[in-house]
T-cell receptor, first 115, second 112 residues
């Protein structure tokens, strides 16, 4: 089955710097890759996602890149702010049409942005 | 999008007892999921619950321990049965709308 590895487990950056979190997946059939942000005491919230027919997607300060050949994808946060501090999870699934697939999550990255 | 609520938000239970967690969605959805998140860990899928059919359990999770009900398209329950301290976790309900899975706020369970 699918396995998702996520690095680093913790990341500390200064406010205004960039943060990069990397994930690798094992199943080449996976075609949907969402990223979730989980703040303390809350459920995960989707922040960005990418499908396998796209190499990069950007939404304001957040971007995700996908390398299908190498089976890895990354989250990039620019101009980090203290409110970006949270645990970030990557995930992978195989979607068929509009049908959902089981999400396999990475281990999580605890991001700390120091003012 | 979807707005999901869970009850209770947290509970402290004695070993050997059972707890039923409720999940309510503000719109009709076909697929609902239950996840477990052990302290400081990632999310692990327990089961998928579709209305009108039996829940599908993932490897390592069984119906006797985690019975699930899905009586309609906006509601589901997960019961954690005969609890032990190892069941202390956050239990999360999730629904799929379009391509996206949305998560509830979670139920924080501590078993003593």
């Amino acid at each position: 089955g699918e396995n998702v590895e996520q690095h680093p487990s913790t990341l500390s950056v200064q406010e205004g710097d960039s943060a990069v979190i990397k994930c690798t997946y094992s199943d080449s059939a996976s075609n949907y890759f969402p990223w979730y942000k989980q703040e303390l005491g809350k459920g995960p919230q989707l922040i960005i996602d990418i499908r396998s027919n796209v190499g990069e997607k950007k939404d304001q300060r957040i971007a995700v890149t996908l390398n299908k050949t190498a089976k890895h994808f990354s989250l990039h946060i620019t101009e980090t702010q203290p409110e970006d501090s949270a645990v970030y999870f990557c995930a992978a699934s195989m979607r068929m049409g509009n049908q959902g697939g089981k999400l396999i999550f990475g281990q999580g990255t605890e991001l700390s942005v120091k003012p | 999008s979807a707005v999901i609520s869970q009850k209770p938000s947290r509970d402290i239970c004695q070993r050997g007892t059972s707890l039923t967690i409720q999940c309510q969605v503000d719109s009709q959805v076909t697929m609902m999921f239950w996840y477990r998140q052990q302290p400081g860990q990632s999310l692990t899928l327990i089961a998928t619950a579709n209305q009108g059919s039996e829940a599908t359990y993932e490897s390592g999770f069984v119906i006797d321990k985690f019975p699930i009900s899905r009586p309609n398209l906006t509601f589901s329950t997960l019961t954690v049965s005969n609890m032990s301290p190892e069941d202390s976790s956050i239990y999360l309900c999730s629904v799929e709308v379009g391509e996206t899975q949305y998560f509830g706020p979670g139920t924080r369970l501590l078993v003593l």
